[in-house]
């Protein structure tokens, strides 16, 4: 918890290094005596468009609400702080290779380790504790083209943006949930880590016949989406 000229003079070094190298950035540096203070003056109101207007200007209707925020398809991983301070040139040479197939990384810095949180017997993921950035990587999303494309663009996240990351990472890494890849095939190592049979036994003791569904929720493999969206058991094996 630092101030805004604490945290300025703390980035000088680095500005000073962009500015001698040429580099164009933007800053902003402000307190706030509350979050929501914070969200009010640093976020614009968020407009929403009905499902059934995109439908009638014929753009794509995959999503019933439209907002500015939605405009990015998300990956996403956990960097461990071994990796940042022991493989810094292999971590700069993903993120680039990223860059450079259309991806877009931002980096939030985490300090969720036990020693900081203690041992609290709860199911987050371990890769919460060893990370020093959560990053996000995007590719970009448009209401105005056809689906297939976006399609097409999230198989480019899956099959070749993704992996790049994945290489670096111990066993290839962990991601938040709600900023990581939906179609990533090893989803329950990478959103629940050693945790998902210990939760996948809670879920069949408290919702046996699996009635509540989510993509990549714990027991989705019960189903099958269908292309019409609508879920069919999955086979047993």
């Known amino acids: 918890d630092v101030k805004a000229s604490q945290l300025k003079e703390f980035l000088s070094p680095l500005m000073k290094k962009l500015e001698a190298s040429n580099i164009t950035y933007t800053s902003h540096f402000e307190d706030f005596g509350s979050y929501l203070e914070f969200y009010e003056a ?36 956990f960097i461990p702080r071994d990796v940042a301070v022991n493989k810094p040139d292999d971590l700069i040479s993903a993120f680039r290779d990223m860059n450079k197939l259309g991806a877009q990384v931002v980096g939030v810095g985490l300090n969720a380790s036990l020693a900081t949180g203690g041992n609290p017997w709860n199911s987050v993921n371990a890769g919460w504790r060893d990370a020093i950035m959560a990053a996000a990587i995007t590719v970009p999303w448009s209401f105005k083209v056809p689906f297939q494309e976006m399609a097409d663009s999230q198989d480019l996240l899956t099959e070749k943006v993704m992996p790049r990351i994945k290489q670096i990472l111990p066993g290839g890494g962990h991601a938040y949930m709600n900023e990581g890849d939906f179609q990533d095939r090893d989803w329950k190592r990478v959103f629940y880590g050693d945790n998902y049979a210990k939760l996948e036994k809670i879920k069949d003791k408290y919702d046996p016949k699996h009635l509540f569904y989510a993509l990549t929720a714990v027991g989705s493999d019960k189903w099958v989406p269908q292309s019409d969206g609508r879920l069919c058991k999955a086979k047993k094996l």
């Open 42 to 77: 640093m976020f614009a109101p968020i407009p929403v468009v009905s499902l059934l207007r995109l439908q009638n200007q014929g753009l794509c209707p995959c999503l019933q609400l439209h907002t500015n925020q939605g405009v990015t398809l998300y990956g996403g991983a």
